[in-house]
């Protein structure tokens, strides 16, 4: 196990990086997002880059000594990045107007009001709350400072006179 330290360093690194993208994807197609919570990814950073400082006791080749140097610049960077957020609060504030069930309870869709500060107009942005973390954006509409929500049946719900149907993969965004 102490000669694989570099390898489990890497694999988290990796591992991080791939529900990065995964949700950078998901957010500019408007698809489910299956990334954990970020203090995770950042749990998970932070013990790449442990594992990756504690890996360069075992060099075995230059192949080794490289991918050790590379794991613990890019999970330290991530690390970092990871902990802004929570130590800077730089992105939009969120406020969450309403949670509405579905009638058949199947359906969980919170409505936010979304302030970025100054500068910007109010938006109105509507979650679907999946298994786990999993969150799928379903209406997002900037200057709008209120949300009317209503189901009409058990998979077709209306946000502000724009109806989606759930059960189709329905989602508004302008």
């Known amino acids: 196990m102490r000669k694989r330290f570099h390898l489990w360093a890497f694999y988290l690194t990796i591992a991080c990086l791939v529900f990065l993208f995964e949700d950078l994807y998901s957010g500019f197609y408007n698809d489910w997002s299956i990334r954990p919570p970020m203090y995770i990814l950042w749990f998970?950073?932070?013990?790449?880059?442990?594992?990756?400082?504690?890996?360069?006791?075992?060099?075995?080749?230059?192949?080794?000594?490289?991918?050790?140097?590379?794991?613990?610049?890019?999970?330290?960077?991530?690390?970092?990045?990871?902990?802004?957020?929570?130590?800077?609060?730089?992105?939009?504030?969120?406020?969450?107007?309403?949670?509405?069930?579905?009638?058949?309870?199947?359906?969980?869709?919170?409505?936010?009001?979304?302030?970025?500060?100054?500068?910007?107009?109010?938006?109105?942005k509507g979650e679907w709350e999946g298994p786990l973390w999993f969150k799928k954006t379903v209406y997002f509409n900037d200057r709008v400072g209120h949300a009317d929500v209503e189901w009409e049946d058990e998979h077709t719900i209306t946000i502000n006179n724009r109806t989606l149907n759930l059960q189709s993969g329905d989602t508004f965004n302008r």
């Open 44 to 124: 998970i950073s932070f013990t790449a880059f442990i594992l990756g400082i504690k890996g360069f006791a075992n060099h075995l080749n230059w192949l080794t000594r490289v991918r050790s140097w590379i794991t613990v610049i890019i999970s330290g960077c991530l690390s970092v990045l990871l902990i802004l957020p929570a130590l800077i609060p730089f992105s939009m504030a969120e406020q969450l107007i309403e949670s509405s069930h579905s009638p058949d309870n199947k359906y969980e869709v919170n409505v936010y009001l979304m302030n970025g500060g100054a500068a910007t107009s109010f938006s109105v």
